[in-house]
């Protein structure tokens, strides 16, 4: 695929849709099949093979069996393989990109997923061949004590549709950098990213069956994390669907992690930089990935004094975005992915003005025009909300955001923390005592002072409360994927 940016989606190269089992792509699978939608204009560019309990059993075989030949190889051996999927990634990239914008809507010139999972790779290539257990003394004894850590075997990833390629690179790299094998399920809505990497993982040498690549819908879904092979399971999605998760994963008692929704609260000080503040707030709101991120900051808490000023940059900020088809390589803000996710959040916004949660200060309405086929919803402020209200309290992953005042810094850190979620905060203040003060009372697995949730893989990213448990990046996301075994050998006192 050429580096130059695709004019439409009929010039991207789609994957052919059926599912990767070791190095057999599979048809007639028996969860039917998904027609995929192109959110940008309302119509099916894909038909998507969807697993159902004979491919998941096929595909849990596949995958013992090349976990047994993956943990085999000598370290430096793994440690290039996934250097080589890492450059192929790199070399892919724009393509990658593309498939993005296909999967869910975001737009070419906001996507840069593909770089973060080329990141991860060589992040967690370079864990491979380093020690990661230890001996300690033990006490009275002249013992040699030895703590290892040893993969889980077949690790489950199911995916999100909101970023696939994102747990790619956050989950299923350090599952393969701690020796596991991975039966990746994208999620139906967004599979066309995970089914390119499946290729790209043969290509780079994996053996076949480390990568498997098969989306489904509940059946399959269930099939998989009911499975008795499966070592661990990694969901990354919403609350309903992780309670199901967990409520079928423990008949076998497999572990799981768990990254779930958020509800952050962005708080902006009177001595911030406004100007940088209100463009943050635009972009880390309703503008990103049209609000469906789970580091959406949709709660924008605004210290009385600087309320109006800041009110007035934050609007014209989310005004001048560029609005369009994502694969134009101009466009900031796109669609969402669906045209019931389209109707959940109108229907989310028409009760916040029924229940006059707010007032309604832009959008709230559908995109009509050149883009009526498409799933597009404008921009949508609300203002003088309260925190109590649904419309600040549940997660609507859409491009809907409240704005609310605060007095002063206890009033501020309250409200922030007065919600069931926990993945995200966000502070904008120019005072560093305030910074460090604040960051440590709000209840949030991450806090963003002055800056984006800019995920990086040396660094823990996971919730609080009902945002979930568990980490990825850093050393914490790799010990996810390893268990810690004791070994004590007996040396009798000479």
């Not at 596949?62 to 250097?83: E, F, H, M, S, T």
């Not at 990141?119 to 020690?131: E, Q």
């Amino acid at each position: 695929m050429s580096d130059a940016p695709p004019s439409s989606v009929d010039a991207v190269a789609l994957p052919s849709g059926a599912l990767l089992i070791a190095d057999q792509w599979v048809t007639g699978a028996s969860g039917g099949t998904h027609r995929h939608i192109y959110p940008g204009n309302g119509q099916p560019n894909a038909s998507i093979e969807l697993a159902g309990p004979p491919e998941i059993d096929r595909a849990v075989a596949a995958a013992c069996a090349a976990q047994r030949q993956w943990i085999g190889y000598p370290v430096d051996r793994r440690r290039d393989l996934l250097i080589n999927l890492a450059d192929l990634v790199a070399e892919h990239a724009s393509e990658l990109a593309a498939l993005n914008a296909c999967d869910y809507g975001v737009p070419l010139a906001m996507g840069g997923n593909s770089l973060l999972t080329e990141r991860f790779l060589r992040y967690y290539a370079g864990y491979v061949d380093k020690a990661h257990g230890l001996s300690t003394p033990v006490s009275g004894s002249f013992d040699v004590n030895i703590v290892e850590r040893e993969p889980y075997g077949v690790v489950a990833v199911i995916a999100p549709w909101n970023g696939p390629l994102v747990v790619v690179g956050s989950a299923v790299a350090p599952a393969l950098a701690a020796g596991n094998a991975v039966i990746l399920k994208p999620s139906e809505l967004a599979p066309l990213t995970s089914l390119r990497f499946g290729e790209l993982c043969l290509a780079a040498g994996l053996p076949p069956g480390l990568v498997n690549v098969l989306p489904a819908k509940a059946e399959g879904g269930r099939a998989l994390v009911a499975h008795p092979g499966i070592g661990k399971i990694h969901f990354t999605g919403g609350h309903e669907t992780a309670r199901h998760v967990l409520r079928a994963a423990a008949d076998n008692l497999t572990p799981v992690v768990a990254e779930l929704g958020g509800k952050s609260a962005n708080i902006v000080f009177a001595d911030a930089d406004l100007d940088a503040a209100a463009t943050l707030a635009a972009f880390q709101g309703p503008l990103t990935q049209s609000g469906q991120s789970c580091a959406c900051a949709s709660r924008i808490l605004v210290q009385d004094a600087v309320y109006d000023e800041f009110l007035s940059k934050f609007l014209a900020a989310v005004q001048s975005a560029p609005v369009g088809d994502p694969l134009r390589p101009d466009v900031v803000f796109g669609p969402v992915v669906s045209e019931d996710a389209a109707l959940r959040i109108l229907s989310v916004i028409d009760d916040a003005i029924t229940t006059e949660s707010g007032a309604l200060a832009l959008g709230g309405k559908r995109i009509g025009g050149e883009l009526a086929a498409g799933y597009y919803i404008e921009p949508t402020v609300f203002t003088e909300v309260d925190n109590t209200a649904a419309l600040a309290q549940e997660e609507t992953f859409g491009p809907v955001v409240s704005v609310m005042r605060f007095r002063d810094e206890d009033e501020a850190v309250a409200l922030a923390n007065a919600t069931r979620y926990g993945l995200n905060a966000f502070v904008q203040t120019t005072d560093l005592h305030r910074a460090h003060r604040v960051a440590r009372r709000l209840e949030s697995g991450s806090v963003w002072i002055n800056t984006h949730s800019d995920i990086e893989p040396q660094g823990p990213y996971g919730g609080y409360k009902h945002s979930g448990f568990g980490r990825n990046g850093g050393p914490d996301g790799l010990y996810e994927f390893l268990q810690a075994k004791n070994i004590r050998i007996g040396m009798p006192a000479t």
